[in-house]
């Protein structure tokens, strides 16, 4: 069965720094991979997606991730980190054909000044 | 255009208790999702429907929980009788298109279940 590990439950970083987001998967063929934000109050919010081609995939609000197969891996990264990215953020992944999406455990971001 | 939206926000049953989650999804969306998150677990999947149809609900984890979309509009998931175990938020999602895989979904705030 396929699953997702994202190994950081929580991380704090200053305003400013650069952030990294760690998610490993586990699954046979390349699957879907997804990253969702849940900030306070609001619903998930899709982040960024990769589906097949340019292994390096920008999304919303400056973020990107970037697939690496040799490592199952897709983290999630951010140049400079504002105080309005304190969340939760969720690495999820499907496989094609299958409606079905398999989130990690989720890690939260706290930001200080 | 309103975005998923659920009801309640929060709710506090006692053990044996019924409670009803609602969710409305964004208009004109056929296909809906329920996940649910226990305490420090990961989000997994409940059930999805197209319209009125169950696609699929092999998450649903026993017949304690009920899940309907009379009409193909809103849905509600029932669990009845609460157990301890139940307690969680439950993500309520709709998609133009089935499945993540072919379009986006867009997740509501979640109900938060808290079972004493």
């Known amino acids: 069965a396929q699953s997702v590990t994202q190994p950081d439950i929580h991380i704090t970083v200053s305003e400013g720094a650069s952030l990294e987001l760690r998610c490993n998967y586990s699954?046979?063929?390349?699957?879907?991979l997804f990253w969702y934000v849940q900030s306070p109050g609001q619903g998930l919010q899709l982040l960024l997606k990769y589906f097949s081609g340019d292994t390096l995939v920008q999304g919303i609000k400056g973020f990107e991730a970037e697939f690496k197969r040799s490592q199952s891996s897709f983290n999630l990264r951010k140049p400079s980190v504002h105080w309005s990215d304190a969340a939760e953020y969720f690495c999820a992944v499907v496989n094609f054909g299958n409606e079905k999406l398999t989130f990690g455990t989720g890690t939260r971001l706290t930001i200080i000044p | 255009e309103a975005g998923v939206t659920q009801f309640p926000s929060h709710s506090v049953i006692e053990k044996g208790q019924t409670v009803t989650l609602r969710c409305d999804p964004i208009?004109?969306?056929?296909?809906l999702y329920w996940y649910r998150r226990v305490m420090g677990k990961e989000i997994k999947f409940l059930l999805h429907?197209?319209?009125?149809?169950?696609?699929?609900e092999s998450g649903m984890p026993n017949n304690r929980f009920l899940a309907e979309r009379t009409g193909g509009t809103y849905s509600t998931l029932k669990v009845q009788p609460a157990e301890l175990e139940d307690s969680g938020v439950y993500f309520c999602?709709?998609?133009?298109?089935?499945?993540?895989?072919?379009?986006?979904?867009?997740f509501g705030e979640g109900s938060r279940l808290t079972v004493l």
């Open positions: 429907f197209v319209k009125e149809s169950k696609q699929d």
């Open positions: 208009s004109g969306h056929d296909n």
């Open positions: 999602a709709s998609s133009l298109r089935a499945g993540p895989g072919t379009g986006e979904l867009f």
């Open positions: 699954y046979g063929a390349t699957p879907y």
